[in-house]
């Protein structure tokens, strides 16, 4: 499942004040106190999750239904952070432009396996349960980074641009269990009723090396101390009122993060809704998903001081179509 994304920084004109505490800069000694600059960043992200699955599965008198399965997933993924300064407006003494550029890229395979169990107690009903082991990923990761800085003396333009040694790191990464618990009910031959909740806890995912024989303590400590278990729960129905179907679903997600900051929602929803028409032959179905949430994006990253910080509020709306045509041949 192939995928790509982006997030676009809004132009940024906040001043940039003297720092008392002697951080170096263009604005230093009380010069330039008050401009502004232009800021811009970009955020594109591509990739694809592919698994390779083996499964078995069997039927206990029609009441007891399960399936096992082992799964090979394959994983390559590449991110590309662009952060742009410039000095538009010419308020700054000798500084231009600046840009600092940051490219991730990361490849690897992994094993996991998974079981489930469903449960019909009555024709109507049915419960379910299953979990999936965490899976052992191998990964192999190239990141590196590059500046570039223009500034003018006397009329003299100034600068250059510099990279970063690439760093190549295999490492092997761990993920949580996963749990799910599930029922439903059919509503007659009218509709039915549906209800999900998913479990992961976050905070025990693993980095290792050497084939997960060393543990990277360090790492797991900052992992542990920064996520935490999230819980994904939805329900929702359908009306079959012949020849037309009518479904809803809301869905309810909380944030794998310890402590949400810098007006970070702690849990959002979602909510989703479709319409088929089934006119036997022919049908058509469509189908859309609403979601909004509020988060925050730091463009780079300090030490010595609190970083920027772009508040990002985000809503999407996904459709689906599907129009279809049984039986062409006798």
Do not use: C, H
């Not at 790191?169 to 999900?196: C, E, H, S, V």
């Not at 543990?215 to 996520?227: H, K, R």
């Amino acid at each position: 499942d192939p995928t790509i994304g982006s997030t676009i920084l809004d132009n940024d004109t906040r001043p940039i004040l003297f720092d008392e505490q002697g951080y170096f800069s263009d604005f230093d000694d009380g010069v330039n106190v008050g401009s502004q600059i232009d800021r811009n960043g970009r955020v594109e992200r591509s990739g694809s999750m592919n698994e390779f699955a083996l499964a078995m599965g069997g039927n206990f008198k029609n009441k007891v239904l399960w399936g096992l399965g082992i799964g090979i997933p394959f994983v390559n993924f590449e991110e590309t952070k662009i952060y742009n300064e410039a000095d538009a407006r010419d308020e700054v003494t000798s500084f231009e432009n600046a840009s600092f550029n940051e490219t991730l890229i990361m490849e690897g395979s992994g094993a996991n396996f998974k079981f489930g169990v469903i449960v019909l107690p009555t024709p109507q009903a049915r419960i379910s349960v299953s979990l999936q082991s965490p899976t052992f990923w191998s990964m192999d990761e190239n990141f590196f980074t590059d500046l570039t800085y223009n500034y003018s003396v006397d009329g003299e333009a100034l600068g250059g641009n510099a990279q970063s040694p690439v760093f190549n790191g295999p490492f092997n990464l761990r993920t949580p269990w996963r749990y799910n618990l599930g029922a439903g009910y059919l509503l007659g031959k009218t509709g039915f009723l549906t209800a999900d909740v998913n479990y992961v806890n976050y905070g025990a995912s693993e980095f290792s090396f050497d084939d997960f024989a060393t543990l990277d303590e360090g790492t797991n400590s900052d992992v542990e101390a920064t996520l935490k278990g999230s819980i994904d729960a939805r329900i929702g129905g359908e009306i079959n009122i012949d020849p037309i179907q009518v479904r809803a679903g809301v869905g309810y997600r909380t944030l794998a993060t310890v402590d949400a900051r810098f007006g970070e929602d702690e849990s959002f929803l979602s909510y989703s809704a479709g319409l088929g028409y089934n006119a036997g032959k022919f049908f058509v179905d469509v189908a859309a998903r609403y979601e909004a949430n509020s988060s925050f994006y730091a463009p780079y990253r300090t030490f010595g001081f609190d970083p920027n910080v772009v508040d990002v509020d985000r809503s999407r709306i996904t459709a689906v179509l599907t129009v279809g045509y049984r039986g062409f041949g006798r």
